[in-house]
């Protein structure tokens, strides 16, 4: 059984029973114990690796408990960095929230970063068309439409792997997990039964497993994408 599978399998039932019962009242980061990062890059090879932070000195260090690859697995715990207050406390605020609505804000569009876009459609737009998409590209009502379009996940069985797995001080524990193959911000994340698209969920895992080209380069996947949806369903 691989080890996402095996995840899953006790995961699952505790996500609703735990989610329920940790936010019967606001969480404060002061409330938490542990959080712990799970990424596996999905198919039989995906390298495997697990982060875990905890308090230290008054300080939230992140540890590296296992790596687990093709040629081998270590549990060696390591030390990676330390990982600011802040972005922890934005963390649990999420989980307060239990938001399941897509807010276009939290994405950061730029109508100037939509329209860069623009030129890279194949074949090249006559002028008339080129004039009418970008007027279209100002519309925050057709934005948040291919928004919303393009955050639907691909349909593949083979996808990398996230989990979020916050431990209270009284034991209990709130999880999230993710399942992708080139979504957006690794959008949906499911936690108790409902699904949150906020991408700061993925930009505070990313930043915490040290992957620091995520933010740049789903914002250039998320504006080409949206541009090009928008042209697909008005204009092709």
């Known amino acids: 059984m691989s080890i996402k599978r095996f995840y899953l399998t006790i995961t699952i039932p505790l996500i609703l029973f735990c989610t329920s019962k940790c936010l019967a009242q606001e969480l404060k980061l002061n409330d938490i114990k542990r959080f712990e990062l799970l990424e596996n890059g999905g198919g039989p090879s995906g390298d495997t690796r697990v982060l875990e932070i905890v308090t230290q000195n008054n300080r939230w260090i992140c540890l590296q408990t296992q790596m687990r690859t ?43 970063e939509l329209i860069s876009y623009v030129d890279s459609i194949t074949p090249a737009l006559n002028s008339k068309i080129r004039i009418k998409l970008i007027k279209a590209l100002k519309s925050k009502s057709i934005v948040c439409a291919a928004l919303r379009k393009e955050l639907v996940p691909f349909k593949m069985d083979d996808k990398s792997f996230y989990s979020i797995t ?34 700061n969920i993925s930009l505070i895992f990313e930043s915490i497993a ?19 949806s928008i042209y697909r369903s008005h204009f092709k």
């Open 70 to 112: 093709m040629f081998g697995e270590d549990t060696t715990r390591k030390f990676v960095k330390y990982i600011p207050k802040l972005q922890l406390t934005d963390l649990v605020k999420i989980v307060n929230r239990k938001d399941t609505a897509i807010h276009l804000n939290l994405f950061k569009i730029k109508k100037a």
């Open 166 to 199: 916050i431990t209270t001080k009284t034991n209990l524990k709130i999880i999230f997990e993710a399942h992708s193959f080139a979504d957006l911000y690794n959008l949906p994340w499911y936690t108790g039964g409902y699904k949150s698209y906020n991408p």
């Open 210 to 228: 040290g992957h620091d080209n995520f933010p740049l380069q789903q914002r250039k996947w998320l504006n080409k994408r949206v541009t090009k």
